[in-house]
């Protein structure tokens, strides 16, 4: 499975738009992009997935570019509850999905 | 619809003695995962289990843990004996199985293990 570089941190205030860059360089032609987001105390919650251009849904963005090397996770204006670990996991998805859980990223929302 | 469910939510226990956590996945879901993430580190897959088949157990640390999903229901890790490094957050996760799916997994709260 591809492996995946992203922030350790990152901090922002209620109200702005958050972006997480995830670097993948090494993404083969079957793997999709997939983001979770986990709360202190909770197990990771799938927020979006993607295999190329843009999604969105109601929580959040993704934007994969043309060369799929690398994503962004967009979070239109956040607010304190979206504090929590971002993780950017890379797979082939369908029946089998072993996800290979990296470092992910703290966003920390202050008021 | 109920999700993933896992009991304890937390367990102290001492060095050498032994404990059995269990997962209920979500209804209808083939595909059960076990994680864990010890102190400090990422999130570990453990095995992976198709109906009451073991798919992938290449992440268990040692002969000390012993996964079952009798039935292909429910399932159970158990860890005899344990020891200090075992402490940590052990997740369960679920998915559906087949083409066309998200790749989803659902994930429960977590056991929590605490070895003294």
């Known amino acids: 499975l591809a492996k995946t570089t992203q922030p350790i941190s990152m901090d922002s205030y209620e109200g702005q738009e958050v972006n997480i860059t995830c670097s993948h360089n090494?993404?083969?032609?079957?793997?999709?992009i997939t983001w979770y987001q986990q709360f202190p105390s909770q197990g990771p919650r799938f927020i979006i997935q993607?295999?190329?251009t843009k999604v969105t849904n109601e929580v959040a963005s993704l934007f994969i570019p043309a060369d799929r090397k690398s994503s962004t996770l967009s979070l239109p204006r956040v607010s304190l509850s979206d504090t929590a670990v971002y993780y950017c996991?890379?797979?082939?998805?369908?029946?089998?999905?072993?996800?290979?859980f990296g470092a992910g990223t703290r966003l920390a929302v202050h008021p | 619809e109920a999700g993933v469910t896992q009991f304890p939510s937390h367990s102290v226990i001492e060095k050498g003695q032994t404990v059995t956590l269990r997962c209920d996945p979500i209804?209808?879901?083939?595909?059960l995962y076990w994680y864990r993430r010890v102190m400090g580190k990422e999130i570990k897959f453990l095995l992976h289990?198709?109906?009451?088949?073991?798919?992938?157990e290449s992440g268990m640390p040692n002969n000390r843990f012993l996964a079952e999903r009798t039935g292909g229901t429910y399932s159970t890790l158990k860890v005899q004996p344990a020891e200090l490094e075992d402490s940590g957050v052990y997740f369960c996760?679920?998915?559906?199985?087949?083409?066309?799916?998200?790749?989803?997994?659902?994930f429960g709260e977590g056991s929590r293990l605490t070895v003294l």
């Open positions: 209804s209808g879901h083939d595909n």
């Open positions: 090494n993404i083969a032609t079957n793997d999709y």
């Open positions: 289990f198709v109906k009451e088949s073991k798919q992938d």
């Open positions: 996991l890379v797979g082939v998805i369908g029946g089998y999905n072993k996800l290979i």
């Open positions: 993607g295999y190329k």
């Open positions: 996760a679920s998915s559906q199985l087949g083409q066309g799916r998200t790749g989803e997994l659902f």
